[in-house]
T-cell receptor, first 110, second 109 residues
């Protein structure tokens, strides 16, 4: 069974620091997504990425966030100058009609 | 207004009971997804369907396109079924997934 891999599983950072969340999508997939789930809330869409560029982003995905596919296998989400309210579970997904989700990275901003 | 709604929000059942979770959506979709999220947070895809009915083990998912409604049924529920069940939709192929609020299920021995 193919799977989407996310690292780290838990990231703790100080407010104002930059974090990079990493994802390895399924190898033959072309569409990639990041989602966020604040504790106790529903999962929200952040951004979709196709053909090495952002295809859609939500209003949450402001200038603090960026995505990159640096080497053809990894897909990263960078959060600059983290805030307390960025604490959440971040999910990567790949695919398209069938979405495959990673196990998530729990980000804790202190 | 949420594009994907679920009911109930919380559900407690005795082991062995038949469970139904309902989902309604207000937009045109290409696919409806049922997902499972255990404590600890990982999301597992259970079903993706665009019409009719699908079955996997004790889980059954149905969809009525005309009524914009889907149901997830669990037969002979077991404590290991305790999790949050999420209904989600994609409007077009390769589109983002729109998540419902989830139904928290607790199955008591």
């Amino acid at each position: 069974e193919p799977e989407v891999t996310q690292t780290p599983s838990h990231q703790v950072t100080q407010m104002g620091q930059e974090v990079i969340l990493r994802c390895v999508p399924i190898s033959n997939h072309l569409y990639f997504y990041w989602y966020r789930q604040i504790l106790g809330q529903k999962v929200e869409f952040l951004v979709s990425f196709y053909n090495n560029e952002i295809s859609e982003k939500s209003e949450i995905f402001d200038d603090q966030f960026s995505v990159e596919r640096p080497d053809g296998s990894n897909f990263t989400l960078k959060i600059r100058s983290t805030k307390l309210e960025d604490s959440a579970m971040y999910f990567c997904a790949s695919g398209g009609t069938q979405a495959y989700f990673g196990a998530g990275t729990r980000l804790s901003v202190l | 207004k949420n594009e994907v709604e679920q009911s109930p929000q919380n559900l407690t059942a005795q082991e062995g009971e038949f469970i139904t979770i309902n989902c309604s959506y207000s937009v045109g979709i290409s696919a409806l997804h049922w997902l499972q999220q255990h404590p600890g947070g990982g999301i597992v895809s259970l079903f993706m369907l665009s019409s009719g009915k699908k079955k996997h083990g004790r889980l059954i998912a149905t969809i009525n396109i005309q009524e914009k409604h889907s149901s997830l049924h669990i037969t002979a529920s077991h404590p290991r079924d305790s999790a949050v069940y999420i209904c989600a939709a994609t409007k077009t192929s390769y589109d983002k997934v729109i998540f419902g609020p989830g139904t928290s299920l607790s199955v008591i021995p």
